[in-house]
């Protein structure tokens, strides 16, 4: 079941701040609203789901307007909703509960700052199997449904290579949110291990979930971006720091100087600085299939087509609009 959503002050978004956390909040809240807008059923429109989703409560128009653009959480309750949160009521409309899971996953929790205890892995592993096997899946055979309970409860017992090699990639084709945090939590475990065999299988499995998972309408390639970099630099690379090097920074800079702006004010240039980095992020996710990053005077030219829909996405944003009408036209 999806973790319970606590309540929070109003000002979640200064209270949080701008830093690294920051950045985990904010991709919870953007997944979360890209897996709504993926229904075929949503409005096509922010201002359009806000009626949809929340009737005629006070300001519905402009809340998913805020989640989108300014990192408003949607799991805090809210006075003006009764004390419920906009996740909670998304997932009581019909054909949207998963929705919540997606909110409420152990994921985050995984991307965190600070590692999980190699006994709250074993917990998270066992409930997210169950919900997998008997939920999400047309219950497996009984001898299959063991074997897998075995191996996820502690003490693990082994689980013959070809049957782990069938589980992690039936786990890599299953598009949902239980399914890419198990096979997060097996690489973390299988690392703490020494288990290098698994940890390799399991590492490309990450990748092809997570890109699977996000392959659907309503994600937008900034949320991709930001989505598959924290899941390589925590889990896949078990570094906490979100830094990018120098050379990937130099070229997202390069790229927003294409797009002529009038930045004014500390609040601006912090979003900028964030836009910066989130365009690096999607940078730092294609070169690192590259056995060597590209050198700086040789950038322009690695920039695919996957960057450049970010980059367009970024110059439609209300705030980039906003500024780009200060430069003055020649």
């Known amino acids: 079941m999806p973790e319970s959503i606590a309540s929070e002050p109003e000002n979640d978004a200064v209270l949080r701040g701008r830093g690294e956390e920051d ?6 809240s953007e997944v979360w609203l890209a897996c709504v807008r993926s229904m075929a059923r949503t409005p096509k429109t922010l201002a359009a789901m806000g009626t949809a989703f929340l009737g005629d409560a006070p300001d519905a128009k402009r809340v998913f307007a805020r989640i989108a653009h300014d990192a408003s959480d949607p799991g805090r309750k809210r006075g003006s909703l009764g004390d419920r949160s906009v996740v909670e009521l998304v997932a009581q409309v019909r054909g949207y509960r998963d929705t919540q899971d997606v909110y409420g996953s152990t994921l985050w929790k995984l991307l965190g ?4 205890p190699i006994d709250t892995l074993e917990i998270y592993m066992g409930d997210i199997s169950k919900r997998l096997l008997w939920r999400q899946w047309s219950p497996p055979p009984a001898t299959e449904a063991r074997e897998v309970f075995d191996f996820l409860s502690p003490p693990p017992r082994p689980m013959e290579a070809a049957a782990f090699r069938r589980w992690a990639l039936r786990l890599a084709r299953t598009p949902t949110i239980d399914a890419l945090t198990l096979l997060c ?3 973390e475990r299988s690392l703490r291990e020494d288990a290098i065999d698994a940890a390799r299988l399991l590492h490309g499995a990450i990748l092809k979930a997570a890109r699977r998972f996000c392959d659907r309408p309503g994600f937008a390639s900034r949320t991709v971006a930001l989505f598959v970099f924290l899941i390589r630099r925590r889990v896949l690379s078990g570094r906490r720091m979100l830094d990018h090097p120098y050379s990937t920074v130099y070229a997202a800079e390069d790229m927003l100087a294409e797009w002529h702006c009038v930045v004014e004010g500390d609040d601006e240039r912090a979003w900028l600085d964030h ?13 690192s299939r590259k056995s060597v990053p590209p050198a700086p005077d040789t950038i322009g030219s690695t ?3 996957g960057e450049r829909r970010l980059f367009e996405e970024f110059a439609q944003m209300p705030t ?5 009408k200060r430069f003055p036209s020649a």
């Open 23 to 28: 950045v985990v909040h904010r991709a919870q």
């Open 113 to 116: 700052r600070d590692p999980l």
């Open 185 to 187: 939590l097996l690489y």
């Open 275 to 287: 836009e910066t980095w989130r365009l690096a992020c999607a940078l730092d996710n294609t070169w």
């Open 303 to 305: 920039i695919g087509a």
């Open 320 to 324: 980039a609009r906003r500024l780009a």
